[in-house]
């Protein structure tokens, strides 16, 4: 799991990443030192969960990706299963080449769960 991490870490522009269970309690990490993993893991919780909550009062399909833009930087969440893969990168981004490593990323998270 943290080798997957690790890999993921060396997309250009990917500043960190990790797995949050969907209770928000973090599963592993490989994350900046300048962030705090357990206030980033609440807050996918708790994000993806709304969005989810959304997305099946509109009789949509379940919650793939979610990508927030801020000043600073780009947050991704992804369904990996067993949590949710987060990701941190820097605000000059390639928006699909992470998608991209993500998907990848998760593809291994599943086969080795």
């Given at each position: 799991?943290?080798?997957?991490?690790?890999?993921?870490?060396?997309?250009?522009?990917?500043?960190?990443?990790?797995?949050?269970?969907?209770?928000?309690?973090?599963?592993?990490?490989?994350?900046?030192?300048?962030?705090?993993?357990?206030?980033?893991?609440?807050?996918?919780?708790?994000?993806?969960?709304?969005?989810?909550?959304?997305?099946?009062?509109?009789?949509?399909?379940?919650?793939?990706?979610?990508?927030?833009e801020a000043e600073n930087g780009k947050l991704f969440f992804g369904d990996a299963g067993l949590g949710i893969l987060v990701v941190?990168?820097?605000?000059?981004?390639?928006?699909?080449?992470?998608?991209?490593?993500?998907?990848?990323?998760?593809?291994?998270?599943?086969?080795?769960?």
């Amino acid at each position: 799991m943290y080798e997957v991490l690790s890999d993921l870490n060396k997309a250009t522009g990917v500043t960190g990443s990790m797995i949050v269970g969907h209770d928000g309690i973090v599963i592993a990490a490989d994350l900046d030192a300048g962030f705090d993993g357990d206030t980033i893991g609440a807050l996918a919780a708790s994000i993806t969960s709304n969005i989810q909550k959304s997305l099946e009062r509109l009789d949509t399909r379940p919650l793939s990706q979610v990508t927030i833009e801020a000043e600073n930087g780009k947050l991704f969440f992804g369904d990996a299963g067993l949590g949710i893969l987060v990701v941190t990168t820097e605000k000059e981004v390639n928006i699909g080449l992470v998608r991209l490593e993500m998907k990848n990323a998760i593809s291994k998270l599943r086969v080795s769960a």
